[in-house]
């Protein structure tokens, strides 16, 4: 109830019974009036003139209504607050909008143009970071040409001109495809920050410790197809070749000349063994043979063969390497095969303590031991799941391991009547090589692009794992220690037993090899011009000079 202007008591209109601020009032712009038919065009007038408008997000307006007694206008103390907090704050959020669209609005263009003049803005935009993009590969490259530049001095001989960055890390493809999916989330980010830092350490203190320098010597010319294996002789300055031409060559070392060409198998020859003492060689073919030949070589350059007037001036542009004789030979002094023996390629053969026995691998699963007196098998090994890759016999001691495409090494020990095996289970694809060390270790390598030193005594377990990027093929250590890999990328790294990385040779269109490296072989002799051998499928053999830092290091 209100009192009119006389002092009676009257009954309020419902309009103005409802909060100001309530959608019905506010929403409509109406404007709520009294009741009373004698003040109505006062209170209409009134009420019009204290209307309030403010801004909405949409960019209209909408009205506020204030409430009247009596025929005069009254103001509600809340709802004046009420008005002035939402006019401030949409105008902080139109003050928002209409800065952020001044940015991507280009200057000298009026507002409400259309959306060409923001499309512009963003070209100008994109195309400001495509230049800093520029910028950046720009120095990326004058940075990648100073590394050349100081890969080229004779200290870093052996790093590539091109070192690539995963191989840098040494890192294999499975780890570096987590790496990346790691990279979503914040919390693994900064793991792999710290991660990139102790690699990038790696890699400044492998430059830091480049001591070794290596240079490619000679190339051996001759096969006419792939090279599977190169060996060498103890007390002799020769190497051994076995390819996938059918034959099996034997070189000088010093001269790069070919000495003896053996021509006895009718497949390709695998693998080659010298005797320790005697001047013999175990050769392993695809014709399911393993033979015995006699590697007996002439030293004596033969003398140039005398020719008429007119053969001279046929031949004077013809090297004279070319003429030089080659000694042939076909007939082997032993042959292992027959009843018992493989019925599938021979891949490997090598020969056990005391030269009695020989042992060879072969893509039927097994191994066979045999006698080298009566030509008879002694023991079929039996038990892998896939092809055997490679046989290798310890120097020293009756054991034999055998390597298979099923993933697996099996560790057999002759020094029992009774053979006793171990398998091993430390790869994740083909196992490709073997090899003893002289400090009772053994070295395996896989096409898992992994090699792994272990302990004889405790074969639990690798010591080490050697990471690279690419398969291995058939590794080979030194007397002094250092293993060097050939890959499937045709390069070569050296390493010490405990997995540090000495340095990689070279490859250049100069040198190294242009297919993959498939074997290599350190030799002995000191005097020799060249210290480690590597053959591949390009059909060359490399002779390197290493100059290999102290043992202590």
Known sequence: MALDLLGRKMPLDTASKQPPDTPASAGTGNVATSSSNSSSAAVAAAAAATTTTTPSMAGGSSSMTLGTVGGTSTVNASTIASALTGKQSNAKRSLKLSSLADDLKPIGLAAGSGEEPFRARLHDLFSQIEKEFEVLYFENVALREKLDAIAGT?????????????????????????????????GSKVKAGHK???????????????SVVSSMVREFCGHKDGVWQV???????????????????IWGIDTGRRLLQYQGHSGSVN???????RDIVLTGSGDATAHIWQAAVNWEVPARKGHSSEEELEDEDEPYIERERTDLLRTPLCEFSGQGGHTSVVVAADWLPGCDQIITGSWDRTAILWDVETRQPLHTLAGHDDELTTTTAHISHRLVVTTSRDSTFRLWDFRDQTPAVSVFQGHTENVTSTVFTRDDKLVSGSDDRSVKIWELRNMRSALTTIRSDS??????????????????????????????RIARLPRTSRQGHRRMVSSVAWTESISSTCNLFSCGFDRRVLGWCVSLPPKDN
């Open 196 to 210: 990139l830092r102790a690699q990038t350490s790696r890699i400044v203190s492998s430059f830091k410790a480049q």
């Open 271 to 277: 693998s080659i063994r010298f005797h320790p003492t």
């Open 154 to 186: 004779p200290r870093d001989s052996m790093i590539d001109e091109k070192v690539p960055m995963q191989d840098t890390f040494e890192v294999d493809g499975a780890i570096n495809k987590s790496f990346k999916s790691k990279l979503g989330s914040a």
């Open 471 to 500: 398969a291995v093929n058939r590794v080979a250590v030194s007397a002094s220690g250092v293993i060097a890999i050939p890959h499937d990328n045709r390069h070569i790294r050296l390493f010490d037993l405990n997995g540090q």
């Open 231 to 249: 060996s060498t002789k103890v007390g002799q300055p020769i190497i051994g070749t076995a390819s996938a031409d059918h034959t099996a060559c």
